[in-house]
């Protein structure tokens, strides 16, 4: 796996910290536990090679990368010679001349490698910085940035069916929610609710209606950007036009006491553009 792979599968960019690697880590493996889907035997071998992949790419993104330093270019020491040592007193004055002259022209040559390094440098950062922001266009073109969150009750959808049925909703999760009902397949209805809040909807169309619920962190106008979380009710819940007898779900983590919700796979919201 590659550490572009790595990458996408975190949703993380290329200066993450250590820090924000393993605490995505730890979200997904919450996520993708196959001790979850322990219902369901698909899911959880589709947990399984999606755990699979999670290590993996903990794996590459925690291991240190190799820092080469780029080699230092040093003019070596010039050797003088047996006449600049210890030129005899009735030296040649045309040698003495020659060998002065050899010097300027030294310094020339060494001030023009420094210059030709410096420029190889700048060019090969220059062109670093280009390839790298190139990347990052290639890997994360479907990351939008997050938006500002809905209040509680939003209609993510066009406007309800008329109706006087009720009901009350608790997320006692620590991420923000959409409550989703669901009609012979299609999603006619999708609710804003945030993290700890308690809504009461009273105006649902009667009938038996699915219910679904995605949670998560980071809402992007159609979905959470990260930490998600898909559940569902399994028996759909009728509503009538009365009211005073509102039905309750309960926002919770799979497993707890307090909801019915059921971890499901992943589905997209279908929301107003």
């Known amino acids: 796996m590659t550490r572009t792979e790595a990458l996408r599968i975190f949703q993380l960019g290329d200066r993450r910290t250590p820090e924000e690697v393993r605490a995505t880590y730890r ?28 290590n993996c790419a903990y ?19 010039r050797r003088a010679s047996p006449t600049q040592a210890s030129p005899p007193r ?3 004055h045309s040698t003495l001349r020659s060998t002065d002259e050899s010097i300027p022209r030294s310094k020339e040559q060494s001030a023009t490698a420094r210059w030709s390094l410096m420029l190889l440098v700048v060019t090969g950062l220059l062109t670093g910085a280009a ?11 479907s990351q939008a940035a997050t938006v500002p969150r809905p209040i509680s009750g939003t209609d993510l959808l066009a406007a309800p069916l008329a109706g006087a049925g009720s009901l009350i909703v608790l997320n006692a999760d620590g991420r923000d929610a959409v409550v989703v009902f669901v009609d012979a397949g299609i999603q006619t209805r999708a609710v804003y609710i945030r993290a700890g809040e308690r809504l009461q909807m009273l105006d649902i169309a009667p009938g038996a209606h699915g219910i679904r619920v995605a949670a998560g962190r980071g809402w992007t106008g159609d979905h959470f950007a990260t930490d998600p979380m ?34 499901r796979s992943p589905f997209l919201l279908s929301v107003r553009r």
């Open 90 to 92: 009735s030296a040649d």
């Open 131 to 141: 390839i790298v922001g190139f990347i990052l266009m290639i890997v994360r073109p």
């Open 59 to 77: 794996a590459v993104l925690q291991a240190r990368a190799e820092s080469v330093e780029p080699p230092r270019y040093t003019t070596p020491p």
């Open 27 to 54: 979200e997904l493996v919450k996520v993708w536990h196959p001790d979850r889907f322990a219902h369901d035997p698909d899911l959880r071998a589709k947990a399984d090679r999606r755990l699979q992949e999670i």
């Open 230 to 263: 898909f559940q569902e009710i399994g028996e759909p819940m009728t509503f009538v036009n009365d009211a005073s007898t509102p039905l309750t779900v309960t926002i919770a983590e799979p497993g707890d006491t307090r909801t019915r919700l059921r971890a």
